[in-house]
């Protein structure tokens, strides 16, 4: 017969958080059934009230904030929430061959934009044409690495008329990052980007980057990522380019 020390000790951590999931689940169920009227009178209690009081307000915030959110970003689909004061006192570059005419510097003028040389450093990047094929990959993924605009020579001239792409900045999202020294070699602008992006940012930049022995020993997860080519295997996935874009 066990003794009552060697029957706890085969309660374990995992046992005890499978009974606490359980008990949180029953109650969760008790909730549901108050709120739907299910109950009988003497099941009622204050603590119970409570609880689904509790429950229906987050309930409510959460609706709330989900429709706010559908609403913010069918405007963003639309192009309805850009402005020219958006990009007030910004770095600006032309790319993709896009010309700088005289009406162009007086409105980069006019709204204090600073011309930079290098694309990495540019917060707002204009070009001939917004369309998908049209788009540089290279300005592309700058855009998307640190959330510049895109935007055409008809966007900043009056009436501002053109449209405006921006992407939520990758560089924003916390994340550790292995880059391997093929992958540095072989793709050495994308690494070289990535890397003037980072320094633009400062304290921006949440992308945190690891050698390869972090990388190995971190847990696989979704913000421990590396950026290597098709011929190297680490800890077995295999990365391949960044974002399907070739430099």
Not at 33 to 47: C, F, I, M, S, V
Not at 142 to 161: D, K
Not at 205 to 234: H, Q, V, Y
Request: hydrophobic content about 40%; charged content about 30%.
């Amino acid at each position: 017969m066990r003794s009552q020390s060697s029957n706890a000790e085969l309660w374990t951590d995992k046992h005890r958080a499978e009974k606490a999931f359980a008990l949180q689940k029953i109650e969760q169920r008790r909730v549901q059934a108050y709120q739907e009227r299910l109950l009988l009178p003497d099941e009622h209690t204050t603590g119970l009230e409570r609880d689904a009081a509790e429950s229906f307000a987050k309930r409510l915030a959460d609706t709330r904030a989900k429709d706010k959110l559908r609403k913010r970003q069918a405007e963003r689909s639309k192009g309805g929430t850009f402005a020219m004061s958006d990009i007030r006192g910004k770095t600006v570059i032309l790319g993709g061959g896009a010309r700088l005419t005289q009406a162009l510097a007086a409105e980069f003028r006019r709204y204090d934009l600073q011309a930079v040389a290098n694309a990495a450093l540019a917060d707002v990047i204009v070009i001939p044409s917004l369309q998908h094929g049209d788009i540089p990959k290279p300005l592309r993924f700058i855009a998307i690495l640190r959330s510049s605009f895109l935007l055409t020579a008809a966007t900043v001239l009056p009436p501002h008329a053109g449209g405006c792409l921006k992407f939520k900045p990758a560089l924003a999202s916390p994340r550790k990052i292995y880059i391997s020294g093929r992958f540095k070699s072989d793709h050495d602008k994308a690494y070289d980007t990535i890397m003037a992006v980072a320094a633009s940012l400062g304290n921006r930049c949440k992308w945190r980057f690891i050698d390869r022995e972090a990388f190995l020993d971190a847990r696989p997860n979704s913000r421990t990522l590396a950026l290597a080519t098709g011929r190297e295997l680490l800890q077995e996935y295999l990365f391949d380019m960044l974002l399907g874009l070739s430099f």
